[in-house]
């Protein structure tokens, strides 16, 4: 079992950057995929990017590709999401979530149902 907790979020204003870190209770930490999904107001859950066991593959939405890079340290039990040149529609509650080792590409993992555990989220609220 692993525990996830956010933190990074905060008030910023359009075309700034943050980092949002995701870290990790456990000594399994790099036996999990890892993700990361947001929630704006009155919106489902939508999914933003994930990360291989090994951190050797990457993926992302469309709608933050080239604008978002997730990583993560499996030394130190943390992923990150870096966000850069946000904009208003970023604006959401950001939540880290861990999938035990998978058979399929990173790029599968992209539903909800995938992952077994979730952080409590952090808020991004990005002003025009």
């Known amino acids: 079992q692993v525990q996830l907790v956010e933190s990074g979020g905060g008030l910023v204003q359009a075309g700034d950057s943050l980092r949002l870190a995701c870290a990790a209770s456990g000594r399994t930490f790099s036996r999990y995929t890892m993700g990361w999904f947001r929630q704006a107001p009155g919106k489902e859950r939508e999914f933003v990017a994930a990360?291989?066991?090994?951190?050797?593959?990457?993926y992302y939405a469309d709608s933050v590709k080239g604008r978002f890079a997730i990583s993560r340290d499996n030394a130190k039990n943390v992923m990150y999401l870096q966000m850069n040149s946000l904009k208003p529609e970023d604006t959401a509650v950001y939540h880290c979530a861990a999938r035990g080792e998978g058979i399929y590409d990173v790029g599968h993992y992209v539903e909800e149902y995938m992952y077994t555990y979730w952080g409590q989220g952090t808020q991004v609220t990005v002003s025009s």
């Open positions: 990360v291989s066991m090994s951190a050797g593959s990457t």
